[in-house]
Nanobody, 126 residues
Framework: QVRLVASGGGLVQTGGSLRLSCGAS????????MGWFRQAPGQEREFVAA????????YYADSVKGRFTISRDNAKNTVYLQMNSLKAEDTAVYYC???????????????????WGQGTQVTVSS
């Protein structure tokens, strides 16, 4: 069992930045690939970014590529999402998720993840 707690959301103006954090407790954090997803009202949950267990490879949705950066610190059992140049369309609840396995490719579907955090609200005002 892995427990994930996301934090760092808030209200920011267009063009601003936020850094989300997701702390994990339970089983060995380094055995899991991590991902960030988001869900806006009335929309399906969508992939934002993913990072493999070692942190050596990261993957991004086209809509955030060049603006968002995912990283992890296995010593701190934490994954981060640095969000820059935020746009109104980035407004959503952001969820972190863990997918078991030391795989070397990205995981893009919510169905591929085993554990989920509670979500943190990001609101970008124009």
């Amino acid at each position: 069992q892995v427990r994930l707690v996301a934090s760092g959301g808030g209200l920011v103006q267009t063009g601003g930045s936020l850094r989300l954090s997701c702390g994990a407790s339970g089983r060995a954090f380094s055995n899991y690939g991590m991902g960030w997803f988001r869900q806006a009202p009335g929309q399906e949950r969508e992939f934002v970014a993913a990072i493999i267990w070692s942190g050596c490879s990261a993957y991004y949705a086209d809509s955030v590529k060049g603006r968002f950066t995912i990283s992890r610190d296995n010593a701190k059992n934490t994954v981060y999402l640095q969000m820059n140049s935020l746009k109104a369309e980035d407004t959503a609840v952001y969820y972190c998720a863990a997918a078991y396995g030391t795989y070397r490719s990205g995981r893009y579907s919510p169905n591929e993840y085993d554990y989920w955090g509670q979500g943190t609200q990001v609101t970008v005002s124009s």
